[in-house]
Protein backbone atom coordinates (compact mmCIF):
# COMPACT_ATOMS: atom_id res chain seq x y z
CA UNK A 1 0.00 0.00 0.00
CA UNK A 2 1.07 3.83 -1.06
CA UNK A 3 2.56 5.83 2.14
CA UNK A 4 1.04 8.64 3.37
CA UNK A 5 2.21 11.46 4.87
CA UNK A 6 0.07 13.64 7.51
CA UNK A 7 1.18 16.95 9.23
CA UNK A 8 1.89 15.62 13.01
CA UNK A 9 -0.38 17.92 14.67
CA UNK A 10 -3.12 20.69 13.89
CA UNK A 11 -5.68 23.26 15.94
CA UNK A 12 -8.99 24.89 15.07
CA UNK A 13 -11.09 26.63 16.48
CA UNK A 14 -14.37 25.72 17.76
CA UNK A 15 -17.39 25.87 15.10
CA UNK A 16 -14.49 26.54 12.17
CA UNK A 17 -14.33 23.47 9.63
CA UNK A 18 -11.23 21.58 10.08
CA UNK A 19 -8.84 20.65 6.68
CA UNK A 20 -6.79 17.65 7.52
CA UNK A 21 -4.24 17.06 4.39
CA UNK A 22 -2.74 13.70 3.25
CA UNK A 23 -0.42 13.30 1.00
CA UNK A 24 -0.13 10.13 -0.74
CA UNK A 25 2.04 11.08 -4.07
CA UNK A 26 3.13 6.91 -4.55
CA UNK A 27 -1.02 5.95 -5.11
CA UNK A 28 -2.02 3.63 -7.35
CA UNK A 29 -4.85 3.35 -9.48
CA UNK A 30 -6.71 0.79 -7.87
CA UNK A 31 -6.06 2.16 -3.89
CA UNK A 32 -8.73 3.80 -1.96
CA UNK A 33 -8.14 7.02 0.08
CA UNK A 34 -9.79 5.79 3.32
CA UNK A 35 -9.38 7.95 7.07
CA UNK A 36 -10.24 7.18 10.55
CA UNK A 37 -9.82 8.96 14.13
CA UNK A 38 -9.46 7.98 17.28
CA UNK A 39 -10.07 9.58 20.18
CA UNK A 40 -8.05 8.90 23.50
CA UNK A 41 -7.61 5.13 24.54
CA UNK A 42 -10.96 4.02 22.41
CA UNK A 43 -10.87 1.86 18.85
CA UNK A 44 -10.17 4.01 15.45
CA UNK A 45 -13.31 5.13 14.26
CA UNK A 46 -14.53 5.02 10.39
CA UNK A 47 -15.11 8.11 8.75
CA UNK A 48 -14.66 8.16 4.96
CA UNK A 49 -13.38 6.52 1.96
CA UNK A 50 -12.79 7.63 -1.54
CA UNK A 51 -11.18 6.28 -4.97
CA UNK A 52 -11.07 10.06 -6.87
CA UNK A 53 -14.46 11.71 -6.68
CA UNK A 54 -14.83 13.67 -3.61
CA UNK A 55 -16.96 12.38 -1.19
CA UNK A 56 -19.46 13.13 1.61
CA UNK A 57 -21.13 11.70 4.39
CA UNK A 58 -22.90 12.63 7.46
CA UNK A 59 -19.72 12.90 9.42
CA UNK A 60 -16.91 14.82 6.26
CA UNK A 61 -16.36 15.17 2.94
CA UNK A 62 -13.28 13.78 1.66
CA UNK A 63 -11.99 16.09 -0.92
CA UNK A 64 -9.00 13.69 -3.50
CA UNK A 65 -7.09 16.16 -6.25
CA UNK A 66 -7.57 15.36 -9.91
CA UNK A 67 -4.26 13.37 -9.51
CA UNK A 68 -4.57 11.81 -6.79
CA UNK A 69 -1.62 12.49 -5.36
CA UNK A 70 -3.34 14.20 -2.12
CA UNK A 71 -6.01 14.86 -0.52
CA UNK A 72 -7.84 16.53 2.55
CA UNK A 73 -10.62 15.74 5.11
CA UNK A 74 -13.06 18.57 6.26
CA UNK A 75 -14.87 18.32 9.49
CA UNK A 76 -17.08 21.18 8.79
CA UNK A 77 -17.92 22.57 12.18
CA UNK A 78 -15.93 21.21 14.45
CA UNK A 79 -16.40 20.80 18.02
CA UNK A 80 -14.72 19.94 21.17
CA UNK A 81 -15.67 16.02 20.78
CA UNK A 82 -13.84 15.88 17.27
CA UNK A 83 -10.62 16.49 19.04
CA UNK A 84 -8.44 12.95 17.99
CA UNK A 85 -6.20 11.72 16.22
CA UNK A 86 -6.75 11.05 12.28
CA UNK A 87 -5.37 8.88 10.23
CA UNK A 88 -5.08 8.85 6.50
CA UNK A 89 -4.63 5.29 4.48
CA UNK A 90 -4.29 4.29 1.03
CA UNK A 91 -5.27 0.53 0.86
CA UNK A 92 -6.61 -1.59 -2.74
CA UNK A 93 -9.47 -3.73 -2.47
CA UNK A 94 -8.37 -6.73 -4.70
CA UNK A 95 -5.94 -8.40 -2.86
CA UNK A 96 -4.96 -10.23 0.10
CA UNK A 97 -3.23 -7.56 1.78
CA UNK A 98 -5.97 -5.11 1.53
CA UNK A 99 -7.64 -6.81 4.43
CA UNK A 100 -5.56 -5.05 6.83
CA UNK A 101 -4.85 -1.52 7.79
CA UNK A 102 -1.56 0.17 7.61
CA UNK A 103 -1.78 3.04 10.30
CA UNK A 104 1.13 5.85 9.98
CA UNK A 105 0.95 8.53 12.89
CA UNK A 106 -1.58 10.40 11.92
CA UNK A 107 -3.05 13.79 12.71
CA UNK A 108 -3.57 14.95 16.17
CA UNK A 109 -6.27 17.13 16.14
CA UNK A 110 -6.89 19.84 18.68
CA UNK A 111 -10.25 21.64 18.26
CA UNK A 112 -9.89 24.45 20.83
CA UNK A 113 -13.25 26.09 22.38
CA UNK B 1 -26.81 -2.80 15.95
CA UNK B 2 -24.38 -3.69 18.39
CA UNK B 3 -20.69 -2.71 18.02
CA UNK B 4 -17.82 -5.00 18.16
CA UNK B 5 -17.10 -6.22 21.89
CA UNK B 6 -13.88 -6.95 23.24
CA UNK B 7 -13.28 -8.66 26.57
CA UNK B 8 -11.67 -8.05 29.23
CA UNK B 9 -11.42 -3.94 28.88
CA UNK B 10 -8.18 -4.39 31.19
CA UNK B 11 -6.00 -7.08 32.65
CA UNK B 12 -2.88 -7.39 34.14
CA UNK B 13 -0.15 -10.35 33.75
CA UNK B 14 2.76 -11.01 34.86
CA UNK B 15 5.82 -12.29 32.77
CA UNK B 16 5.36 -15.45 31.50
CA UNK B 17 1.93 -16.36 31.45
CA UNK B 18 -0.01 -16.74 28.79
CA UNK B 19 -3.61 -14.84 28.52
CA UNK B 20 -6.82 -15.17 26.03
CA UNK B 21 -8.40 -12.19 24.52
CA UNK B 22 -12.05 -12.29 23.10
CA UNK B 23 -13.60 -10.59 20.48
CA UNK B 24 -17.21 -11.04 19.27
CA UNK B 25 -18.34 -8.89 15.95
CA UNK B 26 -20.87 -7.40 14.57
CA UNK B 27 -23.36 -9.11 13.88
CA UNK B 28 -23.60 -10.99 9.88
CA UNK B 29 -19.66 -9.81 10.11
CA UNK B 30 -17.70 -12.56 9.20
CA UNK B 31 -14.03 -11.12 9.06
CA UNK B 32 -12.15 -9.89 12.12
CA UNK B 33 -8.84 -8.85 12.12
CA UNK B 34 -6.18 -8.01 15.36
CA UNK B 35 -4.22 -5.18 16.10
CA UNK B 36 -1.70 -4.25 18.78
CA UNK B 37 -1.08 -0.57 19.86
CA UNK B 38 1.85 0.59 21.50
CA UNK B 39 3.41 4.07 21.89
CA UNK B 40 6.41 3.53 20.50
CA UNK B 41 5.03 1.40 17.18
CA UNK B 42 1.34 2.83 17.01
CA UNK B 43 -0.83 0.58 15.16
CA UNK B 44 0.10 -2.85 14.20
CA UNK B 45 -1.52 -5.63 12.25
CA UNK B 46 -1.70 -8.88 13.68
CA UNK B 47 -4.01 -11.01 11.85
CA UNK B 48 -6.89 -11.38 10.38
CA UNK B 49 -9.68 -14.04 10.34
CA UNK B 50 -12.81 -14.88 7.66
CA UNK B 51 -14.76 -18.23 8.23
CA UNK B 52 -12.79 -19.87 10.63
CA UNK B 53 -9.53 -18.94 8.30
CA UNK B 54 -6.63 -16.92 8.72
CA UNK B 55 -5.93 -15.02 5.54
CA UNK B 56 -3.29 -12.57 6.53
CA UNK B 57 -0.39 -12.03 9.14
CA UNK B 58 1.61 -9.47 10.06
CA UNK B 59 4.78 -9.75 11.28
CA UNK B 60 5.13 -10.86 14.80
CA UNK B 61 6.52 -13.73 16.90
CA UNK B 62 4.85 -17.29 16.95
CA UNK B 63 3.97 -16.11 20.70
CA UNK B 64 0.80 -14.49 19.25
CA UNK B 65 -1.67 -16.76 17.81
CA UNK B 66 -5.55 -16.18 17.37
CA UNK B 67 -8.38 -18.74 16.20
CA UNK B 68 -12.01 -18.03 14.62
CA UNK B 69 -14.95 -19.64 15.52
CA UNK B 70 -17.96 -21.06 13.31
CA UNK B 71 -20.07 -17.78 14.92
CA UNK B 72 -17.15 -15.67 13.62
CA UNK B 73 -16.10 -14.90 17.42
CA UNK B 74 -12.38 -14.40 17.50
CA UNK B 75 -9.60 -15.01 19.99
CA UNK B 76 -6.18 -13.90 20.23
CA UNK B 77 -3.63 -16.00 22.93
CA UNK B 78 -0.53 -14.43 23.79
CA UNK B 79 2.08 -17.10 25.47
CA UNK B 80 5.27 -16.54 27.13
CA UNK B 81 4.35 -12.88 27.98
CA UNK B 82 6.71 -10.12 27.64
CA UNK B 83 7.03 -6.77 29.26
CA UNK B 84 6.78 -5.11 25.65
CA UNK B 85 3.66 -6.74 25.39
CA UNK B 86 1.86 -4.44 27.23
CA UNK B 87 -0.70 -2.87 24.93
CA UNK B 88 -4.06 -1.51 23.63
CA UNK B 89 -5.35 -4.95 21.80
CA UNK B 90 -7.62 -4.16 19.11
CA UNK B 91 -10.42 -6.18 17.35
CA UNK B 92 -11.94 -5.03 13.81
CA UNK B 93 -14.59 -6.40 11.92
CA UNK B 94 -16.17 -5.66 8.39
CA UNK B 95 -18.83 -7.41 6.52
CA UNK B 96 -16.97 -9.04 3.14
CA UNK B 97 -13.16 -9.29 4.07
CA UNK B 98 -11.98 -8.31 0.75
CA UNK B 99 -11.61 -4.39 1.78
CA UNK B 100 -14.60 -3.30 0.11
CA UNK B 101 -16.07 -2.71 3.27
CA UNK B 102 -14.88 -0.69 6.32
CA UNK B 103 -13.91 -2.23 9.02
CA UNK B 104 -15.52 -1.40 12.93
CA UNK B 105 -13.27 -1.35 15.64
CA UNK B 106 -13.87 -2.22 19.23
CA UNK B 107 -13.09 -0.52 22.51
CA UNK B 108 -9.76 -2.50 22.87
CA UNK B 109 -7.91 -4.38 25.61
CA UNK B 110 -5.81 -2.87 27.41
CA UNK B 111 -3.15 -5.26 28.51
CA UNK B 112 -0.51 -4.74 31.35
CA UNK B 113 2.29 -6.79 31.59
CA UNK B 114 4.22 -6.55 35.13
Known amino acids: DAKTTQPPSMDCAEGRAANLPCNHSTISGNEYVYWYRQIHSQGPQYIIHGLKNNETNEMASLIITEDRKSSTLILPHATLRDTAVYYCIVRTISSGSARQLTFGSGTQLTVLP | KAGVTQTPRYLIKTRGQQVTLSCSPI?????VSWYQQTPGQGLQFLFEYFSETQRNKGNFPGRFSGRQFSNSRSEMNVSTLELGDSALYLC?????????????FGQGTRLTVV
Open chain 2, 92 to 104: ASSLDGQGRTEAF
Open chain 2, 27 to 31: SGHRS
